[in-house]
């Protein structure tokens, strides 16, 4: 006879909670989680609930604070609520996943995609549904080693700390996957002339380029006087109007890394507010969809039982996949391959990369 039953009948219910700010810049993200939870549970109770109990989703204030945030999680955690969901803003999700992680509280983070301090797991019952935001270096190599291994690749990057931090993990992640050792080179931020530079690099087949439009679409132009033709894929910084008003036709058939919000990669909202609150209601539909699924497999609602359900298998939802890692962080991409048409961004398909 298994425990299940008894921890249900001690349950009136099964209680979801929605952590995030209820006023400020995140709150429209925050109700955008609480309206996918809400919807997902509304689901799940139609179809009898989980092993008959009923989904219950609340919704906490975390004041998009850390301070906050910690003091919330460990009330939620006294209360063993059964799941929690959101924390958007970065310092208060990182906060609270502390406390969710020391006192075994299950977390699922479906919006934000900064990594927790130093990339640690904060505990077996924590997980990360949403995207990473450092992921984009190894991401942008495995789209180039895929398209141009044992071809000359050049990374170039502004020598400003985030990209050449993003270069670097660009450059690290070509060697592992076993490409050709890329031609690695820096520039100046601010200079509109790169002589030295275009010579050295104007032979690779593919240039992965970290820095932003202005010096982007500079030395895409000067590789071209040069002769050269390379696919020239950019970091997600070049992305912006400022591109396209500044070098207009100039920069067609260029490439560009884009955050990937939601779980299936349907961003076609051309807004980057509206793809992110598609993503938080939709991502945290599927949370709730998973965690039902694994609490049914797991015969239990000790969140250490279903948080190894969770970790042992992809679960399917109407908003795509979720699969979990060793580390607890989604497995599915964080970023897209973007081409400039002329007219618009768009996504790349898989085959090869051609001007």
Request: net charge negative.
């Amino acid at each position: 006879m298994t425990a299940f039953p008894v921890a249900l009948a001690a349950a009136a219910e099964i209680v979801v909670s929605v952590a995030g700010p209820a006023s400020g810049r995140q709150a429209a993200r925050a109700q955008a989680i609480l309206k996918g939870a809400r919807e997902a549970a509304d689901a799940i109770n139609a179809q009898s609930g989980i092993k008959g109990e009923r989904l219950r989703v609340d919704f906490a204030d975390d004041a998009c604070a850390a301070t906050t945030a910690k003091a919330l999680a460990a009330d939620l955690a006294r209360k063993k609520v059964d799941l929690v969901l959101g924390h958007p803003c970065g310092s208060a999700g990182a906060a609270a996943a502390a406390v969710y992680g020391e006192t075994g509280t299950l977390f699922i983070a479906t919006a934000s995609r900064h990594p927790p301090a130093g990339s640690r797991r904060a505990g077996a019952t924590v997980f990360n549904l949403a995207g990473r935001d450092d992921r984009q270096g190894a991401e942008a190599a495995a789209f180039l080693a895929d398209h141009y291994r044992g071809r000359a690749i050049a990374i170039v990057h502004d020598r400003t700390r985030e990209q050449q931090e993003l270069a670097n993990a660009a450059t690290d992640a070509l060697v592992r996957l076993g490409a050709a050792t890329p031609i690695t080179a820096g520039l100046i931020g601010g200079d509109m002339d790169f002589p030295l530079l275009t010579a050295k690099i104007k032979a690779a087949d593919a240039v992965f380029f970290a820095g932003y439009p202005l010096e982007a679409g500079m030395l895409y132009g000067q590789l071209r006087k040069a002769g050269s033709n390379p696919a020239f894929l950019m970091s997600a910084s070049n992305g912006t109007i400022e591109l396209i008003n500044t070098f207009g036709d100039d920069v067609r058939g260029t490439f560009v890394m884009r955050p990937r919000f939601s779980l299936d990669g349907d961003d076609s909202a051309r807004d980057i507010d509206a793809r992110l609150l598609a993503a938080d209601e939709t991502q945290a539909y599927a949370a709730v969809t998973a965690f039902a699924a694994a609490a049914n497999l797991a015969d239990s609602l000790n969140p250490e039982n279903i948080a190894r359900e969770l970790a042992a298998r992809a679960y399917t939802t109407p908003h795509g996949s979720v699969h979990f890692n060793a580390t607890g962080d989604s497995e599915r991409p964080s970023f897209d391959v973007f081409m400039w048409t002329g007219v618009k961004w768009e996504r790349t398909g898989s085959g090869p990369l051609n001007h």
